[in-house]
């Protein structure tokens, strides 16, 4: 497959002065930049400084379905039956990397097939592992292994980087071969409609020898990242900033999918605390946890467009006894005035659409079902319907349960609206607001801010072809693998076997089947209490000082910070 370099305007147009410095906000937990842990909403930050055997392409049009197809990066080519890089079992596939891709380290070092395979593993480390490792771990022959025997390993072991360096460098992936410094085999355990669409994700970026001389996801990591993409590391204030300046051992010749506008990119961190405003004029935003973005162009307003998000949902903590009874459950799922909620988007988010939702996969995505297990009048709730489940299971007083929600983007008003609904019909709930980066610590690790019962959450697409994988085993699979989004705890072997069936489906079809079984199983489980979907926006284009601001379709829409240009003076 043949990439051609991104020109962002027509060949008649005056061209803005290349160079000057890109501010944009970033949420906290943008930071570390380290991809190894990096989530996947984090992609538009890890994209500066990395790159991965493929990548995506800006869009003009952001309904354009080939801008949501992996285009080569790192790899030659796309592997595929006709090119010989895909087996025809599709369990094989075979990559050869650009010769001419480089390290800024002081000998500007290639790239090689073994600095990716370092990738895979330190993915899997047990200190802080890749949000997206279970995509991988289920698809990648030995990798489940390799992750869960690591964990076991580091539990009666150091956590240091060179406790963690010496297991990585000893033990191997099976299914990840670095043939030479050029030619990479990947194994698959079954065939993966969507597995080159994970290849993209930053958790499957190249990593190079000087990385594991620091824990991952550490600031000392942060602030020692070497680049192989159009920018690197300069600043790293924890928490404050990130200052990134053009990287020399980057070629633009070997990159046809990134830029270099900007001289500087400085990323203002914002933790929500403060709900800072972003200057329109002078700063790109990026969407808080809750909400999307304040100014925003919606993306396709019917069912048509791709990439719908689950924005919000409740996720219920199930490990709380609390929600042992399933009456309880099925109480919190009528008692929700969803229908609030979508009013309040309408007043803060105007003109983009958003409809009640009473399943986990939105429209636009593969496997959605309009299907509500628990339908209420108008989709305001039902009171009497939820006091009544509550009586027969008898409950009795107590506490109020406690909704944690992040401080940024609509999370407070919406965790406000969910709480006054929750308590008028017999469930008293207090909303307690986290920073972003204590929000995502409590998700990731429920104890870790005191007992919670509730939480608002979001989910956006991860990428948007074949991928009902990223909303429901990210969401809902119980695995001994690290990360994912199951936030809850929600384990059902019902469901994980409807899972199981689905990765071994062949047909897309039969795979989709499967997909929308085991999310009406969660749903009908009150795993979470589905909430709104929203159609997807993406940044409003041309603020008034920087130009070339375009989407990436696949990582939610967001803008690719490479091809911005910042006003600079003449």
Same mark, same amino acid.
């Given at each position: 497959m043949t990439v051609t370099p991104y020109r962002p305007e027509p060949a008649n147009a005056v061209p803005r002065r290349r160079g000057g410095v890109l501010r944009v906000v970033a949420p906290t937990d943008a930071a570390p930049l380290d991809p190894s842990c990096a989530p996947v909403s984090a992609a538009p930050f890890v994209r500066l400084h990395t790159r991965q055997l493929v990548t995506w392409q800006v869009a003009r049009d952001v309904r354009d379905w080939q801008a949501v197809a992996p285009v080569p990066d790192l790899a030659l080519e796309v592997p595929s039956t006709w090119n010989a890089g895909l087996g025809a079992s599709h369990r094989s596939y075979v990559f050869h990397l650009r010769p001419d891709v480089r390290w800024d380290t002081p000998d500007r070092r290639r790239v090689t097939a073994h600095d990716v395979v370092r990738g895979f593993k330190r993915m899997c480390n047990p200190v802080r592992p890749s949000p997206s490792l279970a995509y991988f771990t289920g698809a990648v022959r030995g990798m489940a292994a390799f992750a869960t025997e690591w964990a076991a390993e580091a539990t009666h072991r150091a956590g240091d980087a060179t406790t963690l360096a010496a297991y990585q460098n000893t033990h191997e992936i099976p299914g990840v071969i670095a043939l030479d410094d050029e030619t990479l085999v990947i194994e698959l355990a079954r065939p993966a409609l969507d597995f080159v669409q994970m290849l993209a994700l930053p958790a499957a970026s190249a990593v190079p020898v000087e990385h594991d001389a620091f824990v991952p996801g550490s600031p000392q990591a942060t602030a020692h990242l070497r680049a192989n993409g159009p920018y690197r590391i300069r600043r790293h204030r924890p928490g404050e900033s990130v200052e990134l300046v053009r990287n020399p051992a980057w070629e633009p010749a070997s990159d046809p999918c990134r830029r270099a506008e900007a001289d500087r990119v400085r990323l203002r961190l914002s933790d929500g605390t403060g709900r800072a405003e972003v200057d329109p004029g002078a700063e790109v935003p990026c969407a808080p946890a809750v909400g999307g973005l304040p100014t925003a162009e919606p993306i396709?307003?019917?069912?048509?467009?791709?990439?719908?998000?689950?924005?919000?949902?409740?996720?219920?903590?199930?490990?709380?006894?609390? +929600?042992?009874?399933?009456?309880v459950r099925q109480a919190a799922a009528l008692a929700v005035d969803k229908a609030a909620v979508a009013d309040l988007f309408r007043r803060h988010r105007p003109g983009v659409p958003v409809r009640v939702a009473?399943?986990?996969?939105?429209?636009?995505?593969?496997?959605?079902?309009?299907?509500?297990?628990?339908? !209420?009048?108008?989709?305001?709730?039902?009171?009497?319907?939820?006091?009544?489940?509550? #009586?027969?299971?008898?409950?009795?007083?107590?506490?109020?349960?406690?909704?944690?929600?992040?401080?940024?983007?609509?999370?407070?008003?919406?965790?406000?609206?969910? @709480?006054?609904?929750? !308590?008028?019909?017999?469930?008293? !709930?207090?909303?307690?607001?986290?920073?972003?980066?204590?929000?995502?610590?409590?998700?990731?690790?429920?104890?870790?801010?005191?007992? +919670?019962?509730?939480?608002?959450?979001?989910?956006?697409?991860?990428?948007?072809?074949?991928?009902?994988?990223?909303?429901?085993?990210?969401?809902?699979?119980?695995?001994?693998?690290?990360?994912?989004?199951?936030?809850?705890?929600?384990?059902?072997?019902?469901?994980?076997?409807?899972?199981?069936?689905?990765?071994?489906?062949?047909?897309? +079809?039969?795979?989709?089947?499967? +997909?929308?079984?085991?999310?009406?199983?969660?749903? #009908?489980?009150?795993?979470?209490?589905?909430?709104?979907?929203? #159609?997807?926006?993406?940044? @409003? #284009?041309?603020?008034?000082?920087?130009?070339?601001?375009?989407?990436?379709?696949?990582?939610?829409?967001?803008?690719?910070? !490479?091809?911005?240009?910042?006003?600079?003076?003449?």
């Open positions: 396709a307003a019917g069912d048509g467009g791709l990439g719908w998000v689950l924005d919000p949902y409740l996720v219920l903590n199930l490990r709380d006894p609390i +929600w042992a009874d399933p009456r009473g399943s986990l996969i939105p429209p636009g995505n593969a496997g959605h079902d309009p299907t509500d297990p628990y339908p !209420t009048p108008d989709g305001a709730g039902d009171p009497a319907r939820c006091r009544d489940l509550l #009586a027969s299971a008898h409950r009795a007083d107590g506490p109020p349960l406690v909704l944690i929600h992040p401080r940024s983007g609509l999370g407070p008003e919406v965790a406000h609206a969910c @709480a006054a609904s929750l !308590t008028r019909a017999g469930l008293p !709930t207090r909303p307690a607001g986290l920073s972003d980066a204590a929000y995502a610590e409590a998700l990731r690790r429920p104890a870790a801010v005191g007992r +919670w019962q509730l939480a608002v959450a979001s989910r956006v697409p991860d990428w948007l072809e074949h991928n009902a994988r990223v909303f429901v085993q990210a969401m809902l699979q119980a695995t001994p693998v690290p990360g994912g989004a199951n936030h809850g705890g929600y384990a059902s072997p019902e469901a994980d076997a409807l899972i199981e069936r689905a990765l071994d489906a062949a047909e897309p +079809w039969r795979a989709e089947a499967d +997909w929308r079984a085991a999310a009406e199983r969660a749903v #009908a489980d009150v795993a979470v209490v589905p909430i709104l979907h929203r #159609a997807p926006v993406t940044a @409003a #284009a041309r603020p008034d000082r920087v130009d070339g601001v375009r989407s990436l379709p696949p990582q939610g829409y967001a803008v690719d910070l !490479t091809a911005v240009r910042p006003e600079v003076d003449r």
